[in-house]
């Protein structure tokens, strides 16, 4: 088994009808439903660019907002199983029905948008990764984040997951993501501090289990029940690897 972990500097998750720590803890103890519209708040964002955003992109600039660090800016790594499929889609269909694609839309249909939009909102041109790696994105996404850290280990990490459901078309995918929802995690190399907290990601060769049900519902809220404490362990099976995460203070 091999693993790797980080230090949890904060964290921030949205989803509809569940906004803030307090909510999240709410829904992690299964009090709470996730439901609503998806309209984070990002009047922080310029409104000529914030015209721009897909409700994707608000998401994950309203998370990424609320974890970035008071001092230097931070590695980021943007993470989505399916990125800006919304408006990839869009593009396949107007192809299919003989219509022109528009520019606009293309232009901001790739998977590295999100990090884009956020650099340029931000005025930063600090490194910043986009990533997809099937179920095992998020996961990827740790994985990155630890590799940054270890080369730079005095800079922090902006780990960004999010994702929605695929369009209407794609229904029968039994393991595609259910729900809306993104999550941010700033993230540092491990201190010997008595306030630390960890997140530890270790994996080894899949038992072949099937995933749980709510393991599709979208791979964020499984931290999330890790970052609130209301569970210590999380596993997903990807059908390669079998993937372990768990939350620690210092001495754990």
């Known amino acids: 088994m091999s693993s790797t972990e980080l230090a949890i500097s904060r964290w921030a998750a949205w989803a509809p009808g569940v906004t803030d720590q307090e909510s999240w803890l709410a829904w992690a103890k299964g009090l709470l439903p996730i439901s609503g519209p998806v309209d984070p708040d990002v009047s922080f964002v310029k409104p000529l660019l914030r015209r721009r955003l897909s409700p994707l992109d608000r998401m ?12 230097q800016a931070p590695l980021c790594i943007f993470c989505s199983r399916y990125g800006e499929f919304a408006r990839a889609f869009e593009i396949l269909q107007d ?7 528009s520019p606009n839309t293309f232009s901001l249909s790739v998977h590295n948008t999100v990090s884009s939009l956020f650099s340029i909102a931000r005025g930063d041109r600090t490194h910043s990764t986009a990533l997809a790696a099937g179920a095992s994105t998020l996961e990827a996404g740790f994985i990155e984040a630890a590799g940054l850290l270890a080369e730079a280990p005095e800079a922090s990490a ?17 393991d595609a993501v259910r ?8 993230l540092e190399r491990p201190q010997v501090s008595e306030s630390d907290q960890f997140l530890r990601l270790a994996w080894q060769a899949s038992g072949g289990h099937p995933a749980a049900a709510d393991q ?29 995460w768990s939350w ?3 001495g754990g």
């Open 60 to 71: 994950a600039f309203h998370v990424a907002a609320k974890c970035l660090p008071d001092r």
């Open 158 to 174: 902006l780990l960004v997951y999010f994702d929605e459901p695929l369009p209407e078309f794609y229904a029968e995918q039994t």
């Open 216 to 244: 599709t519902l979208n791979p964020a809220l499984r931290l999330v029940k890790l970052l609130t404490k209301v569970e210590s362990q999380n596993e997903h099976d990807d059908g390669r690897l079998l993937w372990t």
């Open 179 to 186: 729900v809306s929802a993104a999550l941010a995690i700033l």
């Open 248 to 250: 620690h203070g210092s």
């Open 95 to 101: 192809m299919y029905g003989g219509e022109q694609v």
